[in-house]
């Protein structure tokens, strides 16, 4: 497996690849890696001839008040698992060379990115549609996989894609959840044990509302404070629970056809995220 640590060295690579033919898949990370990225990975193996994982923990997509500095890095093992889960190549980029001094160029999306987390986070998916087109114009990837956990960001990646006529397909990979429904997370290592019980709440709230809206609940009303009261109960804090439509994340009143019910909560200061595409 190689480790490419350079951008021009990462380019040169790729096409040479792509002078052979060869597909090449990327998932994108930031490392500390766990079953739901190694799920991503599998997808990206099955269609794809060279399978490359990025991991650079992206400083612009954290505020000043994020965990930035804190969040988890641990290089060998990720190393380990790419290695042991037959990656072709690790693309971990310097940040000084991803941001040298001066950088001052950005992409932003303008709609997707502005409900839900867009809100609690007004700078993150500018910082995410920044590093990720960076990614693929290193990578020059024939597809990019990324998990539905952080659906909203998949969307605003597709529509970047779309917009900015990126040669690149988007391919979504289901959540990945541990196996009392939490779901993964490299985020869930800041919870103490009881706070990473309480935490199930947002798995309950979000079978509880699968459990009314398979039963006929189509009232978006119901079905979020079914969610809000299952989290508030366990000790969490809302930041928010909605119910968008999968395509546009515009609030939806009356489900007709689909909805995605989006929660982000707070669990002391861990802030989770889950979903649920609710389906007729
Ligand atoms: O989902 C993530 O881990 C990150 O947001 C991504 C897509 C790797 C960009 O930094």
Redesign the pocket.
């Known amino acids: 497996m190689k480790i490419i640590r350079n951008i021009r060295h990462m380019q040169r690579s790729s096409r040479a690849w792509r002078r052979r033919d060869l597909v090449i898949g990327l998932g ?3 490392g500390c890696l766990h079953r739901g990225h190694l799920s991503l990975i599998e997808i990206a193996k099955k269609k794809a001839d060279i399978t490359v994982v ?1 991991i ?1 923990v ?1 400083p612009t ?1 954290f505020s000043p008040s994020e965990d930035f500095g804190a969040y988890p890095r641990n290089f060998a093992r990720d190393r380990k698992i790419c290695a042991d889960s037959g990656v072709t190549a690790i693309f971990s980029p310097r940040a000084d060379e991803v941001y040298p001094p001066g950088f001052s160029t950005s992409v932003t999306e303008e709609l997707l990115s502005k409900p839900l987390c867009g809100k609690s986070r007004p700078i993150h998916f500018q ?2 549609t920044t ?2 087109c960076k990614l693929f114009l290193a990578v020059l990837p024939d597809f990019a996989v ?2 539905q956990k ?1 659906a909203q ?1 998949a969307l605003v ?1 597709k529509k970047m894609t779309t917009d900015l006529n990126f040669p690149i397909d988007i391919v979504v990979g289901p959540i990945i959840r541990e196996v009392d429904g939490l779901a993964m997370s490299s985020r869930n290592r800041y919870l103490s044990p009881e706070r990473r019980k309480s935490a199930l709440a947002i798995y309950r709230g979000i079978e509880l509302c699968q459990e009314i809206f398979d039963n006929g609940e189509r009232d978006s009303g119901r079905i979020k404070k079914i969610v809000t009261n299952e989290i508030e109960t366990h000790g969490g804090r809302i930041d928010y629970v909605e119910c968008v439509s999968i395509e546009s994340l515009e609030s939806i009143e009356k489900i007709k056809g689909s909805a995605l019910v989006a929660v982000a909560a707070y669990f002391g200061d861990t802030r989770l995220i889950d979903n649920r595409v609710l389906e007729e």
């Open positions: 994108p990370t930031m990025s650079f992206n997509q910082g995410v590093i990720v990324f998990g952080d960001q990646i």
